[in-house]
């Protein structure tokens, strides 16, 4: 069982960045893989990115590509989501989860999520 736990989340302007960590602990392994999602407000949950645990695959929305770039820290047992140019319908809350695998559309162990907000 893997724990995760949001951060970095807050008020920004349009055009400004974000990063948000995603802290992980407990049993995960370099197969596994850790993604990010976003629910905006009376909308469903959106898949965002995803990374590979053990490094050398990453998966993105095409709607995210170019702007947010997925990375993780494995000495920090951290992935984390860079945020650039961000609009205000980036506002939404950003959850981390894990999956078996990179390509596994299977995510469990959900965060408690973060709250972005985007001003224009």
């Known amino acids: 069982q893997v724990q995760l736990v949001e951060s970095g989340g807050g008020l920004v302007q349009a055009g400004g960045s974000l990063r948000l960590s995603c802290a992980a602990s407990g049993s995960i392994f370099n197969s596994n893989a850790i993604g990010w999602f976003c629910q905006a407000p009376g909308k469903e949950r959106e898949f965002v990115a995803a990374i590979r645990w053990g490094g050398g695959s990453t998966r993105y929305a095409d709607s995210m590509k170019g702007r947010f770039t997925i990375s993780r820290d494995n000495a920090k047992n951290t992935v984390y989501l860079q945020m650039n140019s961000l609009k205000p319908e980036d506002t939404a809350v950003y959850y981390c989860?894990?999956?078996?695998?990179?390509?596994?559309?299977?995510?469990?162990?959900w965060g408690q999520g973060t709250q972005v907000t985007v001003s224009s």
């Open positions: 989860a894990a999956a078996p695998n990179i390509a596994s559309r299977r995510f469990d162990s």
